[in-house]
């Protein structure tokens, strides 16, 4: 496969490649690193929700064979080789194998802090060897890394990240970047049924973004990197759910309706930076306008292995310049 563009932006110019999402996907954490490379990005930057979601156990039996339920399907492994194929798809899809016996699986399936304290284990450990790979393989490369938890990801996430010597973390921060762009992040985002552990009411995003808006210079030069898109912004649209988190259907299919935070498009159409960066809503990808600030969402597919983003053109002089979704 060839490079999608040939060396890095212009003396007039910066590119960034921005994807969210990625959700524990080891594959597509490896196709980020790859980004400066293959898109010529002098910045690359994941706008939150870095870590899975499930434990995926294989049981160790006592003929050394294993077996393990992944994506409704229970495989069975009979070789050493077998088993590191396994993990490697589980990691690939987001997940975090866990090898086990079955004794050991039935006590911890009935201790749920015994699960969470497992769970935040394998994260962890995840996260470690995310940060050693970036370092590897973008030391002295000059390229900016820019990573930050979104409303999934655990608090702990944040500690992780302050401890690398190379990924920069924008949450809750505002960045100076080259050609005088200013960034500044925010991984909270407005209510969902899930209770995640960002998730805050609207007035309180607010008072969150307002003194990270407010230290911006020149906005139109600046970067709003918010996990979650504005509300009914046309990157928002997710299926419309029932006090059960079931879909609403419709004759056509589930019912879309915007979920988008109020509170980050009254700041966007208040500070109009020139780009706000999102993720949050995997199937809502796209590049809109609000007002004179270009929107994007890129979305996800990484339980496909699939890295979504988007290669964007910053101009020293007119701004955006170009936004193309890219996928790989």
């Known amino acids: ?75 069975r492994t009979r070789t050493e080789a077998d088993l590191a194929t396994l993990k490697r798809r589980i990691a690939d899809a987001g997940q975090y194998a866990y090898e086990t016996t079955s004794e050991e699986y039935a006590v911890l399936a009935a201790d749920p802090t015994a699960i969470d304290g497992l769970f935040q284990r394998l994260v962890a450990e995840r996260i470690s060897g995310w940060l050693q790979m970036a ?39 505002r960045l100076d970047l080259p050609d005088d762009v200013e960034m500044i992040g925010m991984g909270y985002g407005n209510l969902t049924p899930w209770a995640c552990p960002r998730d805050i009411p609207e007035d309180e995003l607010a008072a969150r973004i307002a003194p990270l808006a407010e230290a911006i210079r020149n906005p139109s030069r600046a970067v709003f990197n918010f996990h979650v898109p504005p509300f009914d912004s046309g990157l928002d649209t997710a299926p419309k759910l029932d006090a059960q988190l079931r879909m609403t259907m419709t004759g056509s299919g589930p019912e879309m309706v915007p979920v988008g935070s109020t509170a980050v498009r009254d700041a966007i159409i208040r500070y109009r930076p020139m780009l706000a960066l999102h993720g949050h809503i995997h199937e809502s990808k796209g590049v809109r306008q609000v007002g004179p600030t270009t929107v994007v969402n890129p979305g996800s597919e990484y339980a496909e292995g699939v890295l979504n983003g988007a290669v964007i053109e910053i101009d020293r002089k007119v701004g955006v310049r170009s936004v193309q979704l890219v996928s790989g």
């Open 135 to 173: 370092d590897d393989r973008l030391r002295d490369s000059g390229v900016r890394c820019l990573v930050s938890g979104g409303n999934d990801d655990f608090f702990s996430v944040d500690e992780a990240l302050s401890r690398s010597s190379l990924i920069e973390d924008p949450n809750g921060r």
């Open 1 to 75: 496969m060839k490079p999608y563009l040939l060396g890095r932006g212009t003396k007039a110019s910066v590119r960034l490649y921005f994807c969210s999402d990625i959700h524990g996907s080891e594959v597509c954490w490896r196709k980020f690193l790859a980004a400066p490379a293959f898109y010529g990005a002098d910045v690359i930057v994941v706008g939150g929700d870095i870590t899975g979601k499930f434990i995926v156990p294989i049981q160790r039996e006592r003929n050394g064979h294993a077996q393990a339920e992944f994506l409704g399907v229970v495989r």
